[in-house]
């Protein structure tokens, strides 16, 4: 089984920050891959342009390692991402279409369940995230 976590962070403001993203993939518990970026800068940047961001970067992952064929958890502290993507939530926001759109593109066709989880299990994305972030602000 593949897990994989993700974060996105938009500092120091929400919206019009500085959008910074963190991925850890993982195999039977041991890291193969993982990722940090910053995202953008301005007035569209949010948090949850960030969370999607950093699902869509380690979607992106899994199929150029060729991973897509193994059952893969999904976690991230975004209620907000998780609830869409599970389909519980509709996609309101006209900046977030695009990238729920995209990220359910990556995702089809691969055995992936999506799983909330709070904030301090999700540490090691959420440092990469942070990572990003330092030399820009």
Known sequence: MIEVWTDGLCEPINPGGICCIG???????????KGSELIGRGKDMTNNVAEYSALIRALE???????????????????LLVSQMKGEWKVKK???RPLFEKAKELAHGIDITFEWIPREENREADKLSRLACKPAT
């Open 23 to 33: 991925y850890v993939i993982k195999r039977e518990g041991r890291t193969i891959d």
């Open 61 to 79: 992952k899994i199929r150029r390692l060729g991973l897509e064929r193994e059952k893969i958890v999904a976690r991230s502290d975004s209620s």
């Open 94 to 96: 006209p900046r977030i």
